[in-house]
């Protein structure tokens, strides 16, 4: 902000001329349906080429549409990309701890643990086996509570496919069709007169 340059110049434009473009677009909370709290967490491996920190991004959904996400680069170099996603599903987990508080204020309970579907096995079965420690010990303590909400049943970590991880849309440069279709699965509509 204080030293802008001919390339931040370019970026700025090339958001506003995103946003004009997407005017009309919007998302359809529909009453009704299956209103069960569910996640999807994701990250790339080191994806900035400056400093190599990757970004952590989530998205959750009520009723097929989405009501929280978030893109986020992490705080610290990872050393794997277990490690990375890790990572991305913890602070996936603090927003689900934040999500059924705010539902539970208005008078609505989840029965049983919130669903966040993740597409790294080593880092689902890291968070549900301490054992693997001497593996792990690179990764952070702060982000170790993860095991705890997972024995807590607070959350679920689950395995979906890489081609159906709608969180992607929050981390990595897609193909038009790529990204058309996790628009699509969010819930983002277009609005017509």
């Given at each position: 902000m204080e030293h802008p340059t001919e390339s931040h110049f370019m970026a700025a434009k090339r958001i506003l001329r995103y946003i004009k473009g997407t005017t009309s677009f919007?998302?359809?909370?529909?009453?009704?349906?299956?209103?069960?709290?569910?996640?999807?967490?994701?990250?790339?491996?080191?994806?900035?080429?400056?400093?190599?920190?990757?970004?952590?991004?989530?998205?959750?959904?009520?009723?097929?549409?989405?009501?929280?996400?978030?893109?986020?680069?992490?705080?610290?170099?990872?050393?794997?990309?277990?490690?990375?996603?890790?990572?991305?599903?913890?602070?996936?987990?603090?927003?689900?701890?934040?999500?059924?508080?705010?539902?539970?204020?208005?008078?609505?309970?989840?029965?049983?643990?919130?669903?966040?579907y993740c597409d790294n096995i080593s880092a689902i079965k890291l968070s549900k086996n301490p054992v693997m420690h001497g593996r792990s010990k690179h990764i952070d303590i702060r982000f170790h509570f993860l095991r705890d909400l997972v024995k807590d049943e607070v959350i679920k970590l689950t395995y979906c496919s890489t081609h159906d991880q709608i969180a992607d849309i929050m981390t990595k440069p897609l193909k038009i069709e790529a990204f058309l279709k996790l628009r699509d699965l969010m819930g983002v509509c277009e609005y017509t007169e």
């Open positions: 919007g998302m359809f909370y529909k009453k009704g349906g299956v209103a069960e709290l569910f996640g999807y967490t994701d990250s790339d491996y080191a994806g900035d080429q400056n400093d190599r920190k990757s970004t952590s991004g989530y998205v959750f959904m009520m009723n097929s549409t989405a009501v929280s996400w978030s893109s986020k680069k992490q705080p610290v170099v990872t050393l794997s990309t277990t490690e990375a996603e890790f990572i991305a599903a913890a602070s996936s987990a603090c927003q689900v701890i934040w999500l059924r508080r705010i539902l539970k204020s208005l008078n609505y309970t989840q029965s049983g643990p919130t669903v966040v």
